[in-house]
């Protein structure tokens, strides 16, 4: 009987040890040759600019435009403004934010900038300090030395509210600025009248218009300050001719097309800039700041001061 060959299958690398491959199986090859010298050098080329872009991002959101101060200027007619007032400069400044990345010298190189802008009317509204009444007193006389020909006008902010709220209310009459608390103050030039009325705040305190208006005409001008600007829905049912905001601080971080991801409670609806509320359409300017909170950056959104030169008439 012929036997059968038993027959041994070899690779050119000698005799061929292991079980055939099953179909639809695969063996990896092992291989000893060097890693690719190129793909190494891309590699490490790309991780140093992967770093380098973070940190140029970092830098830019966190140094060059913090501090980079934009200053926006516009004219803004109210129909009720009188004739003496008309073209009269209203510096309008929100949210320093004293102890949060920000200190009396960066308040005096604020105040610097507010004199070169020669107000007649200063208007602050509110947070000036991020947590605690202490973070400014050192800053009280350079609030001290800002000057406008009319006066100038402060409220609170639901920062200035935390810890001792009293504190900041008692280091104000020591800067110059009126506090304004459900109150008004009457402005007077060449014999005719605007009302400065500030409302407390929308978050921490208890605004109450009908109080800070009592005793006003109802034909006079009146001016709002007023910390969250989404209140302007309430002011713009009463007989405001204009009201002033902070607290978004423009949303401190924008994104492309998206704009603001994440603005604060109180300023959701208006975030920036300027808008016209209700069937009046009262005026509203909602300032991007100047300090910062939560997280010492800024993205697409400077720092600013608006100045508005106000027309009477339509």
Not at 62 to 81: G, K, V
């Amino acid at each position: 009987m012929e036997k059968t060959p038993h027959t041994r299958r070899e690779s050119q690398d000698g005799p061929h040890q292991g079980a055939a491959i099953p179909p639809g199986s695969s063996r990896r090859s092992i291989s000893n040759e060097p890693a690719n010298p190129s793909r190494r050098h891309f590699l490490k080329k790309a991780a140093l600019a992967t770093a380098g872009t973070a940190l140029l991002a970092g830098g830019y959101a966190s140094l060059w435009e913090p501090n980079h101060l934009e200053i926006t200027r516009f004219n803004l007619s109210l129909p009720r403004l009188p004739s003496a007032f008309d073209g009269i400069r209203v510096v309008h400044f929100s949210d320093v934010h004293l102890g949060f990345h920000m200190d009396e010298q960066d308040l005096r190189e604020l105040a610097d900038r507010i004199a070169g802008l020669k107000p007649d009317l200063l208007c602050f509204t509110g947070d000036i300090v991020d947590d605690y009444a202490v973070s400014m007193k050192a800053a009280v006389p350079v609030m001290a030395s800002m000057h406008a020909t009319l006066g100038k006008f402060a409220i609170l902010g639901n920062h200035d509210y935390r810890g001792l709220p009293a504190g900041v209310q008692e280091l104000y009459p020591k800067t110059g600025f009126t506090l304004l608390r459900n109150e008004h103050a009457i402005v007077e030039l060449a014999g005719q009248r605007v009302a400065m009325v500030g409302l407390e705040d929308n978050i921490m305190g208890k605004p109450n218009p009908q109080r800070a208006i009592h005793g006003l005409p109802d034909e006079m001008c009146k001016l709002l300050l007023m910390h969250e600007p989404d209140y302007a829905d309430v002011a713009a049912q009463m007989s405001f001719d204009l009201q002033l905001s902070g607290h978004t601080h423009g949303g401190q971080v924008r994104l492309p097309v998206i704009g603001a991801p994440m603005p604060p409670p109180g300023g959701r609806k208006y975030i920036q800039g300027l808008f016209h509320v209700g069937t009046g359409r009262m005026p509203l300017y909602v300032s991007r700041g100047i300090g910062m909170t939560h997280l010492p950056i800024r993205v697409l959104c400077r720092p600013e001061l608006s100045v508005i030169t106000l027309k009477s008439g339509q």
